[in-house]
């Protein structure tokens, strides 16, 4: 069945890195996706990635999928505070409209 | 664009009543989505629409809930009668076409506390 999958804490120091795992079902979903959600708002999209690439560079994010083991992370370089967030895991399955979220990974920055 | 509407922010209401939650797409927007996210069981997807048609309800927990697209520009998601399970974050999203990638533009959710 269609499931996404994520650790549910991450806790960083300010400037160090963060990776966020996630590991999904759908062999076939085309884009995988992150999105952000700081606290008492919505999701925001954050990068995606289509899943011919291995790997996708935005800035301070750096998206790895490993299709094989249906395998995606998302690394955060020289975290700060403003990064505290959850941050979401998506597939898209069943029609591409559709996606599929994991539970999210609340990332902590400290000082 | 002020992005997706939805009202209220929080609703706090009784087991029983009928609760209706209010979103407004963004406009030219042809896709409409409503999710449900808890601390148990994260964000779910209810339903979503295409043009105002309702497209894919299987997410609706059951017969209490119930929505609808009267237009391009507004949609309401129902429950009644409520229940304290019902407790939750609702969010409306929208996307402007079905073509990938598939990028939903969240609203702020309405947070809904059923005693």
């Known amino acids: 069945g269609e499931d996404v999958e994520q650790s549910l804490f991450l806790s960083v120091r300010e400037g160090d890195s963060s990776v966020i795992n996630c590991t999904y079902t759908d062999s076939s979903s085309t884009y995988l996706y992150w999105y952000k959600q700081e606290p008492g708002a919505g999701l925001q999209l954050l990068t995606y990635i289509f899943s011919n690439m291995d790997m996708k560079q935005d800035q301070r994010l750096t998206v790895l999928l490993n299709k094989k083991d249906k395998h995606l992370s998302l690394r955060i370089a020289d975290t700060q505070t403003g990064d505290s967030a959850i941050y979401f895991c998506?597939?898209?399955?069943?029609?591409?409209?559709?996606?599929?979220f994991g539970a999210g990974t609340r990332l902590a920055v400290h000082p | 664009d002020a992005g997706v509407i939805q009202s209220p922010r929080h609703e706090v209401t009784e087991m029983g009543q009928e609760v209706t939650l209010r979103c407004k797409p963004i406009?030219?927007?042809?896709?409409l989505f409503w999710y449900r996210q808890t601390m148990m069981r994260g964000l779910e997807l209810l339903i979503y629409f295409n043009n105002n048609v309702p497209i894919d309800d299987s997410g609706m927990p059951e017969d209490r809930f119930s929505a609808k697209m009267p237009n391009a520009s507004f949609s309401t998601l129902k429950i009644q009668p409520s229940e304290p399970r019902d407790s939750a974050v609702y969010f409306c999203a929208s996307s402007p076409h079905g073509r990938e990638p598939n990028e939903q533009f969240f609203g702020p959710g309405t947070r809904l506390t059923v005693l």
């Open positions: 998506a597939e898209s399955t069943g029609g591409y409209n559709k996606l599929i």
């Open positions: 406009s030219g927007h042809d896709y």
